[in-house]
């Protein structure tokens, strides 16, 4: 089985930073990002690896390199051109079986293991990997009934949804779905797979994850050293 980690993005959200190192670099205890999803990736016995690179890929390139320093097979697939978040899949070569992408930015304590085995149970085309999150909203949201009649007042209702995490799982037929040499980006991929039938899934996941959004996600995620520890735990 393969993994592509998608690790071309400018990170423009953490300037000045990311004008020197790219995000997927970044430090996390005594590791980077990325080296986190390599071992989890090691421990379920994926070890042929893709990095998706274009911004600073030299960085990245120098760091990791053919990935024998960290127990698995590095390969580049390197944009010329930017090609979105999902175009560079057209580049690798060989997408034959079940394979695995994900965001190069993100910490979870996510089985993959369970996520490979929920995807085959339910003979999915693609499955995303989601997590619960909810906003709080300081005011009165109207229930409408007959406009302009009120049904209803809810008071500072907290509205609950699932996020994508950016961890999924595709059968091969999705390449089919992709433009070559083009732009193309992960939601209209996996809008255009649920508009053709294809059946997309959703895991839901309530463990530890994170991404680094801004300087304050990173900055929470470091000093948290209860949740690195977990991060590490998980992937024993």
């Not at 990311?18 to 390599?38: A, C, N, R, W």
């Not at 390139?61 to 590095?74: A, T």
Request: proline fraction near 5%; hydrophobic fraction near 40%; charge should be positive.
């Amino acid at each position: 089985m393969k993994a592509i980690i998608l690790a071309g993005g400018k990170g423009t959200r953490l300037l000045p930073i990311t004008k020197v190192l790219p995000k997927s670099l970044f430090p996390v205890g005594d590791k980077t990002i990325v080296e986190y999803l390599l071992q989890k990736f090691k421990a379920v016995g994926i070890n042929q690896i893709y990095l998706s690179v274009g911004y600073l890929d030299s960085l990245l390139r120098f760091y990791f390199q053919d990935g024998s320093k960290f127990g698995v097979n590095i390969e580049y697939i390197f944009e010329e051109k930017p090609m979105g978040t999902i175009g560079s899949l057209t580049l690798v070569k060989g997408l034959d079986q079940t394979f695995i992408v994900t965001n190069g930015d993100i910490l979870t304590t996510l089985n993959f293991k369970d996520l490979l085995i929920f995807h085959k149970k339910h003979s999915a085309t693609a499955t995303i990997a989601v997590y619960p999150s909810c906003i709080s909203i300081d005011y009165g949201v109207m229930q409408w009934g007959k406009l302009p009649l009120i049904a209803g007042i809810i008071e500072k209702p907290k509205i609950k949804y699932y996020i994508n995490m950016g961890i999924y799982v595709f059968e091969p037929k999705v390449i089919e779905y992709i433009p070559k040499n083009k732009s193309y980006n992960l939601p209209d991929l996996l809008k255009q797979l649920i508009n053709n039938g294809e059946p997309v899934i959703g895991y839901k996941f309530s463990g530890y994850w994170r991404d680094i959004g801004n300087l304050q996600d990173y900055l929470d995620i470091i000093t948290d050293s209860d949740q690195i520890q977990k991060i590490i735990t998980s992937i024993s």
